[in-house]
Nanobody, 115 residues
Framework: QVRLVESGGGLVQAGGSLRLSCAASGSIFSINTMGWYRQPPGKQRELVAY???????RYADFVKGRFTISRDNAENTVYLQMNSLKPEDTAVYYCNAAHLGNYYWGQGTQVTVSS
């Protein structure tokens, strides 16, 4: 099994930055796509960004130009650098990874942006 553990969430003021990390562990052969989702209070979970095994990143429109996703395949870790944070970015952020046809989720990390 693959376990995902997120870290780096916290409380920041609008305009600030946070860097989220997600480390995969367990019986890993090769992780395919890794991504970040978020769930704002009272809303559906939504895709923030993902990056393929080849390193191609894609972003939701609402974060493009502010967030950067990257990965370290040797460490089985994906990162999300979040700049120019807005109060509407407040959400629980979840890591997702595809591995051998299965999908895994982390426990989530809270990001709160104050105005």
């Amino acid at each position: 099994q693959v376990r995902l553990v997120e870290s780096g969430g916290g409380l920041v003021q609008a305009g600030g930055s946070l860097r989220l990390s997600c480390a995969a562990s367990g019986s890993i052969f090769s992780i395919n796509t890794m991504g970040w989702y978020r769930q704002p209070p009272g809303k559906q979970r939504e895709l923030v960004a993902y990056v393929t095994s080849g390193g191609t990143p894609r972003y939701a429109d609402f974060v493009k130009g502010r967030f950067t996703i990257s990965r370290d395949n040797a460490e089985n870790t994906v990162y999300l650098q979040m700049n120019s944070l807005k109060p509407e970015d407040t959400a629980v952020y979840y890591c997702n990874a595809a591995h051998l046809g299965n999908y895994y989720w982390g426990q989530g990390t809270q990001v709160t942006v104050s105005s």
